[in-house]
């Protein structure tokens, strides 16, 4: 299994990034994805969920708006669309897979790869 | 959302020590933790999901225990490269949370 995050580099406030997490390994369509961000020196913070077939889409309130996850079944790939960034988006940025199950209604995910992450500096 | 808070937020061990160290739930979570290892310059690590359950190769010196609103990660003979910042993370709901971390140094 392997996540590699690209796209990454210095933007200014209130521009755009494109972030892109190619994969290999597993049966891409399979599997649901998240993105998650480390500020320099702090814990780590969930940004984002895709399920498979993009049907199922959550954000953290942080980026709600702002930015846009996506996937590309057909490239193995997972995007990560951030506009109008801030100061405070300056982090790593790591994609993850899920691996889970589901009970009757109730599915439950967890993280069992990440990738190796892409530093966003988000600076005027 | 669901507060996730560690305890403490570090500790000095030595080699060979057993190290335990605590995740608590702002609300029940049943099962639904995980716990990463990550050391600086890299990706966390996944260790343990459902609680207990070690991910795949991850050495049989960890354990995982709670269920509900209280947790514990232990490492019962710490090694040099288990010094690192390790993570709990619910999965119950979303938005899915991560406790501050617990770093691990060398005493």
């Known amino acids: 299994v392997q996540l590699v995050e690209s796209g990454g580099g210095l933007v200014q406030p209130g521009g755009s990034l494109r972030l892109s997490c190619a994969t290999s390994?597993?049966?891409?369509?399979?599997?649901?994805l998240n993105w998650v961000r480390q500020a320099p020196g702090k814990g780590l913070e969930w940004l984002s969920y895709i399920s498979t077939s993009s049907s199922v889409i959550y954000y953290a309130d942080s980026v709600k708006g702002r930015f846009t996850i996506s996937r590309d079944d057909a490239q193995n790939s997972l995007y990560l669309q951030m506009n109008s960034l801030r100061d405070e988006d300056t982090a790593v940025y790591f994609c993850?897979?899920?691996?889970?199950?589901?009970?009757?209604?109730?599915?439950?995910?967890?993280?069992?790869?990440w990738g190796q992450g892409i530093l966003v500096t988000v600076s005027s | 959302d669901i507060q996730m808070t560690q305890s403490p937020s570090s500790l000095s061990a030595s080699v060979g020590d057993r190290v335990t160290f605590t995740c608590r739930a702002s609300q029940d979570i049943s099962n639904n933790l995980a716990w990463f290892q990550q050391k600086p310059g890299k990706a966390p690590k996944s260790l343990i999901y459902?609680?207990?359950t070690l991910q795949s190769g991850v050495p049989s010196r960890f354990s995982g225990s709670g269920s509900g609103t209280d947790f514990t990660l232990t490492i019962s003979s710490l090694q040099p490269e288990d010094f690192a910042t390790y993570y709990c993370q619910q999965y119950e709901r979303y938005p899915l949370t991560f406790g501050g971390g617990t770093k691990v140094e060398i005493k």
């Open positions: 459902a609680a207990s």
């Open positions: 993850t897979r899920d691996v889970g199950y589901c009970d009757g209604n109730r599915c439950y995910r967890w993280i069992d790869n």
């Open positions: 390994g597993f049966t891409f369509n399979a599997f649901s």
